[in-house]
């Protein structure tokens, strides 16, 4: 069960990694929201017709504060993160997300150091602080890189929420998870979170205009391939990895989706490879990893 773990683990970073790409460039002509209840619409319909041939039933007998606790973590994790990130890496490029996502690790470590009870210690604190140097390393500009002062603040700002919403999004059903399926975990998240996304888009100004996305047009050759591989598969493959493995080690796996990330933005996005960012995705790297040393 352990090798499984590791297996999903891994394989969601990829799958994550390879979508970032092509969600950057749906992000250049659907708004965040528009984005997400598209990818999580795609999944769900993906979701239903697997879970029915899986046997795995949409509606079984569970107590009302499991269906509840998957809610609130699809709703923490898929609204209102996912709606974060896509503000986050609109601004920064894929380049810069993949340093700002290093964040991930050491808001695991700590939270499930606070609600777990796994120790984190001075490894621990001296990667979170690494990775925090790393941010700073990559902001710097050298005039090759496209994101300016106020972009990269502002993504550095969205991406934080995102990343610190999505580890508390898991670390709060992870007991959970060692007696649930993950496909009706994910079908619960999922559910919550598009329904929140529903009245998000109802009760936004453009509505109308958020609505379109469901409908079929350009932006689906990119958006459609991206939400199969960063939302269907991903979201199996990431709760699968937590459901296998200790939490600390699929989230160690989980951040090889970093540099993934890096090196597809270099050869897809053509985003320029400058010594800063290198720099900063060699100290973030290194800081996840002493960081996840520390459990």
């Not at 939270?111 to 621990?124: D, Q, R, Y």
């Not at 998870?177 to 009245?199: C, M, N, Q």
């Not at 609505?211 to 350009?218: I, K, T």
């Amino acid at each position: 069960m352990q090798m499984i773990g590791i297996i999903c683990a891994v394989s969601a970073a990829l799958f994550w990694a390879s979508a970032v790409i092509m969600f950057k460039k749906s992000g250049e002509v659907l708004s965040p929201t528009a984005l997400n209840l598209f990818k999580g619409v795609v999944t769900l319909l993906l979701l239903i017709p697997t879970l029915w041939f899986s046997g795995t039933p949409l509606f079984p007998d569970r107590p009302f504060g499991e269906w509840l606790l998957f809610g609130l973590s699809g709703f923490m994790g898929i609204t209102m993160a996912d709606n974060f990130f896509f503000m986050a890496l609109k601004r920064l490029g894929a380049g810069l997300w993949a340093v700002v996502d290093c964040l991930y690790l050491p808001f695991i470590i700590l939270l499930s150091a606070v609600f777990l009870n796994e120790e984190i210690g001075l490894k621990g604190m001296a990667g979170a602080a690494m990775v925090i140097v790393a941010i700073g390393a990559g902001s710097y500009s050298d005039g090759s890189a496209k994101c300016s002062q106020r972009d990269f603040l502002l993504g550095l700002f969205w991406g934080t929420l995102a990343v610190s919403l999505l580890a508390g999004s898991i670390i709060m059903v992870k007991p959970l998870l060692e007696t649930t399926s993950v496909l009706w975990a994910s079908y619960v998240r999922l559910l919550a979170g598009v329904a929140g996304l529903l009245v998000l888009a109802v009760i936004q100004p453009e509505r109308k205009r958020t609505l379109s996305v469901l409908l079929p047009s350009q932006a689906w050759k990119i958006a459609l391939p991206a939400s199969i591989v960063g939302n269907y598969l991903a979201m199996i493959a990431w709760l699968a990895g937590f459901k296998y493995t200790l939490v600390s080690v699929a989230a160690i796996l989980n951040q090889l989706s970093t540099i993934f990330t890096f090196i597809l933005a270099a050869v897809f996005l053509k985003e320029p490879v400058t010594l800063p960012r290198l720099i900063a995705i060699l100290l973030a790297v290194i800081g996840a990893l002493l960081a996840a040393g520390a459990t």
